[in-house]
């Protein structure tokens, strides 16, 4: 298993995001993504996941069957409360998995009543916290974590990265943030970017 970019070209009109990018991932672990609004971080996530399609080049995904891709925006179904959104991505039935999301949404921080509550009824931290849970139940092969822990106070911060490190031991995170502590903690190594057009501008292990 593994994910490769490979001479990863891209340009939106006049503005060239990607020329010639290229960096092999390992198969487990957590890299971290670090650069300045505007590099082509996004955009790189965006074409990994499939989503948005390189003008040349070539993104390897063997043996990746399952993406969870969290978003910058925590797109949750209005119409449906916490739990729901949870339970929206597993793939069991009924009460089944309505037990599940709620031990989901219970390990990322939210209990009781809240998890009955709709998108709008919840603070930002709440609906990250959501929008994470779901993320996590959903499960894959590579988790997209695009600034995965804004509106976080630091000590829901620390859990869900502890609930992301745990998952890191099966699977690959590749994960977006303009924070060095975030970076620190939660990563195994941390690409140092500049851009546009993104480059690599240092390659370290984050201590743990």
Not at 46 to 74: H, K, M, P, T, V
Not at 85 to 111: D, H, I, Q, T, Y
Not at 181 to 187: F, S, T
Request: a positive charge.
């Amino acid at each position: 298993m593994g994910l490769i970019v490979k001479d990863a070209h891209k340009r939106y009109a006049e503005k060239i995001v990607l020329d010639g990018f290229s960096l092999r991932f390992p198969d487990r672990g957590t890299v971290c993504l670090f650069g300045p609004s505007g590099c082509g971080k996004t955009t790189l996530l965006n074409c990994i996941a499939g989503l948005e399609a390189l003008d040349s080049g070539e993104i390897a995904r063997d043996g990746i069957r399952r993406i969870s891709y969290l978003f910058q925006e925590d797109r949750l179904l209005p119409w449906a409360c916490a739990l729901k959104n949870v339970a929206a991505v597993l793939p069991g039935k009924g009460r089944e998995n309505l037990r599940a999301a709620s031990r989901w949404l219970r390990r990322a921080g939210l209990e009781g009543e809240d998890q009955q509550k709709l998108p709008a009824q919840l603070s930002g931290g709440m609906r990250r916290r959501v929008a994470i849970a779901r993320a996590l139940a959903y499960g894959g092969d590579l988790f997209l974590l695009d600034e995965p822990f804004q509106a976080l106070d630091e000590k829901a911060k620390l859990r869900e990265i502890a609930l992301f490190r745990a998952q890191a031991a099966k699977a690959l995170t590749v994960f977006i943030t303009h924070d060095r502590k975030e970076a620190g903690l939660m990563a195994d190594v941390i690409y140092s970017l500049e851009g546009p057009p993104m480059r690599i501008v240092s390659e370290k292990a984050a201590p743990h």
